[in-house]
C-alpha cells in the first residue's frame, strides 16, 4: 500500500544544531505539504510545493527551507535550532486533479529542542 | 480572509449521537473535509463535500451547506476509539491548499 513516511518520529537536540526532517511518499503525489502544529492546537502550513523545483512558503512564518528535488522527497530544515522550535511537524500530500480527496498525511515528527 | 469555526471541546457518551458542527468564511471554496486526528498522531481523512447536502459514510456523517458557511460531523454508535479531535478544512477555489479549523477534541466516556 502506498505511503507517507518521516523521519524520524521523535528528536531532542540542543540549541544552534541543524537538522533536517525526512518526508518521503510512494505515491507519485505532485503536491506536498508541510505543516506545524502544537500540542492540542491548530494546523499551520509552513511550506508547500507543487512538483519538482516548485517551493512557496506557507501561511506561518518559519525559519525552516525546503527543498524539492525528487518528485517523492520533501525535507525540511532548520539551520539553526532554538526551543521555540520546539513542536509536531506533520508532512502531507495531496494528488493533482484528485478533487475528492484530502491530505495523506505521515506519522510527524516530534521536535523538542533544549 | 480565512476563518473556520469549530467548538473546542465535546463530551458524549458510549452508544450516543454526537453532531459537531464547523463554520467557515473562506475567500474560496472547492470542498469541505474532515479529518479524525487521535492524540499524538497524524490527522486521517474522513469525509469530503463539495455540494450540499449529506454524506453517509457508515456511522459517520457530514452535511455541507454552502449558502450558509456551514458544515457539520455526525458521530453515530460512539465508542471509546472515538475519541480524538476532529478538524475542520477547506479547500481553497483552486484546489490547491486546504485552511484547517482549530479542530473539536470529542471524549466519550463510558
Known amino acids: 500500500e502506498a505511503d507517507i513516511y518521516q523521519t524520524p518520529r521523535y528528536l531532542v537536540i540542543g540549541t544552534g544544531k541543524k537538522i533536517t526532517l525526512e518526508c518521503s511518499q510512494t505515491?507519485?503525489?505532485?503536491?506536498m505539504y508541510w505543516y506545524q502544529q502544537d500540542p492540542g492546537m491548530e494546523l499551520h502550513l509552513i511550506h508547500y510545493?507543487?512538483?519538482?523545483?516548485?517551493?512557496e512558503k506557507g501561511d506561518l512564518s518559519s525559519e525552516s527551507t525546503v527543498s524539492r528535488i525528487r518528485t517523492e522527497h520533501f525535507p525540511l530544515t532548520l539551520e539553526s535550532a532554538r526551543p521555540s522550535h520546539t513542536s509536531q511537524y506533520l508532512c502531507?500530500?495531496?494528488?493533482?486533479?484528485?478533487?475528492?480527496?484530502?491530505?495523506?498525511f505521515g506519522s510527524g515528527t516530534r521536535l523538542t529542542v533544549v | 480572509g480565512q476563518n473556520i469555526d469549530q467548538p473546542t471541546e465535546m463530551t458524549a457518551t458510549e452508544g450516543a449521537i454526537v453532531q459537531i458542527n464547523c463554520t467557515y468564511q473562506?475567500?474560496?471554496?472547492?470542498?469541505l473535509f474532515w479529518y479524525q486526528q487521535h492524540a499524538g498522531e497524524a490527522p486521517t481523512f474522513l469525509s469530503y463535500?463539495?455540494?450540499?447536502g449529506l454524506e453517509e459514510k457508515g456511522r459517520f456523517s457530514s452535511f455541507l451547506s454552502r449558502s450558509k458557511g456551514y458544515s457539520y460531523l455526525l458521530l453515530k454508535e460512539l465508542q471509546m476509539k472515538d475519541s480524538a479531535s476532529y478538524l475542520c478544512?477547506?479547500?481553497?477555489?483552486?484546489?490547491?491548499?486546504?485552511?484547517f479549523g482549530p479542530g473539536t477534541r470529542l471524549s466519550v466516556l463510558p
Open positions: 502531507a500530500s495531496s494528488e493533482t486533479g484528485g478533487l475528492n480527496y484530502g491530505y495523506t
Open positions: 505515491m507519485g503525489h505532485d503536491k
Open positions: 463535500n463539495v455540494l450540499d
Open positions: 478544512a477547506v479547500r481553497d477555489n483552486y484546489g490547491q491548499n486546504f485552511v
Open positions: 473562506t475567500s474560496g471554496f472547492n470542498g
Open positions: 510545493s507543487y512538483g519538482v523545483n516548485s517551493t
